[in-house]
């Protein structure tokens, strides 16, 4: 009973650190923005409760378009992430002369920091000296010069495309180590009773590595639904807020309005969701697994 007892203290102290880590980096940070929320505070004047005044203030400024808009940008930026990086995987592990090359051509967007990156996208949408535009013009294309940023509409797909841009690497290599750890064995008795190359894709590799795609999917949610420097540093959620995410609404109700109290209930309703989808995949992952455990 006493070394029993003793083991018990011992694997307590093992995990104090992190359990310390998670109370004082984590758990308080969200405890205290729960009660903020529920306050109206702010830089100009005494903090008092308000209940669920912030709350129902959300819904009152048009805050059911931004979260519409969220969805649509993170739904259509992890999507083109996840076939392109899917894709460029298949790529990269097939047997074809130079794939080490391009391996390491895939790397700049990763490796290249984000805010030079982005500011590099930034210019290339330039109306006026901007290459896309330019490359447009000489065409033919167009007529005149194209200012992507100046309007909703290509501002909006503009932005999605600059992710896409800096998260596909992430996926393509995540992706083909889930590739590269596929059997081969099992690829060789397909190719001997004459299975082509789709449906080995299709039998054999996709089911394999559909965990994988669950979590780099879910990892990419995750960072796409809380990205904040793309939009801000392109479009600070403009041109009339048709960038606006519920990331940069939640800034510029605290940071820049200075309406903090506000500003934390903007965040709870974010940590919401993404504990939404967190619990969606733990129960994803977890039937998969029971699944291959059969």
Request: hydrophobic share 55%; net charge positive; aromatic share 16%.
């Amino acid at each position: 009973m006493q070394a029993r007892t003793s083991a018990i203290i011992f694997a307590w102290l093992l995990v104090a650190p992190a359990v310390a880590y998670i109370a004082v980096i984590v758990a308080y940070p969200l405890v205290d923005t729960f009660i903020l929320s529920f306050t109206d505070a702010s830089l100009r004047r005494t903090t008092n409760w308000v209940g669920w005044a912030n709350y129902e203030k959300i819904f009152g400024d048009n805050f059911d378009e931004v979260i519409v808009r969220t969805f649509v940008w993170t739904f259509f930026s992890v999507a083109i992430k996840m076939i392109i990086g899917t894709f460029g995987a298949v790529m990269l592990n097939a047997a074809v002369p130079g794939r080490t090359l391009f391996r390491i051509l895939t790397m700049p967007p990763w490796i290249v920091p984000m805010a030079i990156g982005i500011f590099m996208w930034g210019w290339m949408y330039n109306g006026q000296f901007g290459m896309i535009s330019g490359v447009l013009q000489r065409t033919g294309i167009v007529d005149g010069p194209v200012a992507f940023l100046a309007y909703g509409s290509t501002a909006f797909w503009a932005t999605i495309f600059t992710d896409v841009w800096i998260g596909v690497p992430m996926v393509t290599l995540y992706m083909l180590a889930a590739m590269q750890a596929v059997p081969q064995d099992l690829y060789e008795a397909a190719w001997t009773d004459g299975a082509g190359r789709f449906y080995r894709f299709r039998r054999i590799t996709l089911p394999l590595i559909m965990p994988a795609m669950i979590t780099m999917s879910m990892l990419s949610l995750i960072a796409t639904f809380n990205s904040f420097d793309i939009i801000w540093i392109l479009t600070q959620g403009g041109p009339s807020g048709e960038t606006t995410t519920m990331i940069i609404d939640t800034y510029k109700t605290a940071i820049g309005s200075k309406k903090y109290g506000e500003g934390a209930a903007r965040a709870v309703l974010i940590c919401i969701f993404l504990s939404i989808f967190c619990f969606a995949y733990f129960r994803i992952t977890s039937r998969l697994a029971q699944e291959h455990a059969r």
